[in-house]
C-alpha cells in the first residue's frame, strides 16, 4: 500500500514547529503603589474623601501607571476634555507643574496643582478687599495720588520716588493705573519684574 502524498504533506505540517510569538513591546517601569495612604496628604482645606478622589483622577491620567503624567498623557487628557492642546501649551503646562524636572508630574505636584487653584480663589477675594482700600474713587482703578493718599494715612514713610517705583512696578500695562489684574498678579507673584 501506497501512501498519499496528500496525507504524508499533512503529517509534515504537523510536525513542523511554529516559531514562538514575539515579545511584548517593553514598557515603563510600573511604579508599585506602595498602599497609597491619603491620610499624609489631608490637609485644613483638603479632606481624605477628596485626597482619594483627586488620586483616582490622577490615575486615569496616568495611563501606564508610572506615577507620573508625562507629556503624552496630559495631552490625551486635554483632548479627551475636549481641549485642543498643542505641544508648546502641554509644555507650559508642565513648566509650572513639574517642580523637579522630571520631564511629567507626580501625585504630590497634582495635588498642590489641585488646592492652589482653591486657595487662589481666597486669595482673590482677599485681595480685591485689599485693592478696594486703595481705590479712594471706587473707579475699579488705583491712580498715583490714590495709593500717596493711602500711603500717608498709613504712617508710611515714603517719599515720592519710592512711591513712583512700587507704582511703576504694579502698573503692568503701563497705562498709568493699576488694575485688580495688575494689582492681583503683582502681589500673587505671577509677573516677573526687576
Do not use: C, H
Not at 488620586?55 to 495631552?75: H, M, N, R
Not at 483632548?79 to 502641554?90: C, P, T, V
Not at 478696594?132 to 498715583?144: C, K, S, Y
Amino acid at each position: 500500500m501506497r501512501s498519499n502524498p496528500r496525507q504524508q504533506s499533512k503529517k509534515e505540517s504537523k510536525n513542523v514547529q511554529q516559531p514562538p510569538p514575539p515579545p511584548p513591546p517593553p514598557q515603563k517601569p510600573v511604579q508599585e503603589d506602595k498602599q497609597f495612604n491619603p491620610d499624609i496628604y489631608v490637609r485644613q482645606n483638603l479632606s481624605r474623601d477628596e485626597v482619594i478622589e483627586l488620586k483616582k483622577a490622577f490615575d486615569l491620567f496616568d495611563d501606564d501607571g508610572s506615577g507620573t503624567i508625562d507629556p503624552s498623557e496630559l495631552k490625551g487628557a486635554f483632548e479627551e476634555l475636549g481641549l485642543r492642546a498643542q505641544n508648546k501649551m502641554i509644555y507650559q503646562v508642565l513648566g509650572e507643574i513639574d517642580q523637579d524636572n522630571q520631564g511629567g508630574f507626580s501625585f504630590d505636584n497634582f495635588i498642590k496643582l489641585a488646592t492652589a487653584k482653591q486657595n487662589l480663589k481666597e486669595t482673590r477675594s482677599s485681595l480685591m478687599r485689599t485693592f478696594n482700600l486703595f481705590d479712594l474713587n471706587r473707579e475699579g482703578r488705583i491712580t498715583w495720588d490714590e495709593l500717596k493718599r493711602v500711603s500717608v494715612d498709613l504712617g508710611d514713610d515714603l517719599n515720592d520716588e519710592e512711591i513712583k517705583k512700587i507704582f511703576r512696578k504694579a502698573d503692568l500695562d503701563d497705562d498709568g493705573f493699576v488694575t485688580f489684574e495688575n494689582f492681583y498678579n503683582m502681589m500673587t507673584g505671577r509677573v516677573y519684574y526687576d
